[in-house]
């Protein structure tokens, strides 16, 4: 549940409080959060709702997920912290069988789908119901009360909830893969290009980094698991700035196991096709590298990166 509401806990919300907002007083549950109920009519105007006497909001739907836009302000009606902006979608909320008495989950589960509402909370209490802390001064100093405006959309079975977010997931790699075939497209241009350039010749793994042997080594190659021992020297290939190596580190060879994602993936290809003492550039596209995210401000998103290595030794 705190998962779900921290995740709601960022951006800032354009929810507007309906205007009869200002005119409706507040009801009070026993354990003293305050509500104002709203629903839209045929014309779409809010209009205040009242919680029916036959209202049982845990009886039918502990255990599902209410999905809601929620915007947090404080007793001054400064915002705090809000979801729309943040992420177009409404954020999941789980309805638990027993929610702690004025907690936010307690209140959030007086809504159906279609409901606006505006609760009221002493803030000291809401923080350690819902969240777990203590209330951050700076609310309290302005009046400890924490209000919430929340929109409910859908509410659903944790089963339909899970395929959702399954099916989100997948669109969400479907799209990064895509995006990451068409980058490829474009760094493999790149290093061809640096190939013929410099009158180099590289081979390619499977996986789609190009290496080229410097200085051949002696014996078989490393098996995934095993230990290796690298010096490095990390530069971008378009410009040729260096970004890091092990000459800055006191030329300590570099560690780790080989194959299982210690390091980026063009490393666990090219470094499995070395024998020890080699030495060999690496070419490496940015989707086997850092990606559309990059490394800071040395590696820029989508960078072709080269390396010049050396296999000192593994075991």
Do not use: C
Request: hydrophobic share 40%.
């Amino acid at each position: 549940m705190k998962r779900f509401l921290f995740g709601a806990l960022a951006g800032l919300l354009n929810l507007v409080q309906p205007a009869q907002a200002q005119d409706q007083p507040f009801a009070r549950l026993p354990s003293g959060t305050e509500y104002r109920l709203f629903r839209a009519d045929a014309a779409g105007k809010y209009q205040p709702r009242t919680l029916a006497p036959t209202d049982a909001p845990y009886a039918s739907r502990a255990g599902q997920v209410l999905t809601v836009f929620m915007e947090f302000r404080t007793g001054r009606d400064s915002v705090l912290m809000s979801s729309r902006r943040m992420q177009p979608t409404a954020q999941p909320v789980a309805l638990p069988a027993k929610p702690a008495p004025g907690g936010l989950e307690e209140a959030l589960g007086l809504l159906l789908p279609g409901d606006s509402a505006v609760f009221r909370f002493p803030a000291d209490t809401v923080f350690a119901k819902t969240f777990g802390r203590a209330v951050p001064p700076f609310i309290k100093r302005s009046g400890n009360i924490l209000t919430v405006l929340a929109s409910a959309r859908e509410l659903l079975t944790m089963e339909q909830m899970m395929a959702r977010q399954q099916q989100l997931q997948a669109q969400v790699e479907k799209k990064a893969a895509q995006q990451a075939v068409a980058q490829s497209a474009k760094d493999n241009a790149l290093i061809l290009a640096y190939l013929k350039k410099n009158h180099a010749t590289a081979k390619k793994t499977i996986g789609g980094t190009y290496y080229i042997i410097k200085k051949a080594g002696t014996g078989l190659p490393p098996k995934k698991g095993q230990t290796v021992r690298v010096l490095y020297r990390g530069t971008v290939l378009s410009t040729g700035k260096e970004f890091d190596s092990t000459a800055k580190r006191n030329n300590e060879p570099f560690s780790f196991t080989l194959g299982v994602g210690q390091v980026i993936p063009g490393w666990d290809q090219g470094i499995a096709m070395l024998t020890k003492g080699s030495k060999a550039v690496l070419l490496i596209p940015s989707p086997l590298a850092y990606g559309a995210r990059g490394a800071g401000a040395d590696i820029p998103p989508n960078t072709v990166l080269r390396f010049e290595v050396e296999l000192v030794d593994f075991k």
